[in-house]
């Protein structure tokens, strides 16, 4: 990102002293001001365009699959997240309902709820996808 920053610092301080020798040749021949601010304008397109790219392009990150998953149970302990609700984040994850993770446990749907409630605060998430995503970054399910 620095080296980003820098290139672009020095290719603005280069466009500052083309223009620079552009106004002295404005000054010293007869060329329309309209021409020396469409330069201006193409130039400075240019570069926004090319640092535009540059800023915005998609990181890839290559991470290795290879090795069986395996639960970090101290991020488990540290977040509090109780067997129950660990087997809740795991059906979260495979896409079930609350109405159907209700079935599967042989609990009331609102007891789901509850759980769930409580998985997307330990989590710091609002959405059950968040919290899907914050679960596998912290490797809690796979």
């Keep these: 990102m620095k080296k980003t920053i820098f290139i672009y610092g020095i290719s603005m301080a280069a466009l500052v002293g083309?223009?620079?020798l552009v106004e002295f040749k404005y000054f010293v021949r007869d060329i329309p001001l309209e021409f020396y601010i469409g330069i201006v304008a193409v130039m400075f397109t240019a570069i926004g365009i090319w640092a535009g790219l540059r800023l915005t392009r998609p990181r890839v990150v290559e991470v290795e699959v290879n090795a069986p998953f395996e639960r970090d149970d101290d991020a488990v302990r540290k977040l509090g997240i109780s067997k129950r609700e660990s087997e809740v984040l795991d059906l979260i994850a495979a896409g079930l309902s609350?109405?159907?993770i209700a079935e599967r446990l042989f609990v009331s749907n609102s007891t789901v709820k509850t759980h769930v409630s409580n998985v997307l605060a330990k989590l710091d998430a609002s959405r059950r996808t968040e919290a899907i995503a914050r679960a596998k970054e912290l490797r809690i399910i796979p």
Excluded: I, Y
């Design 18 to 20: 083309l223009l620079k």
């Design 98 to 100: 609350n109405q159907d």
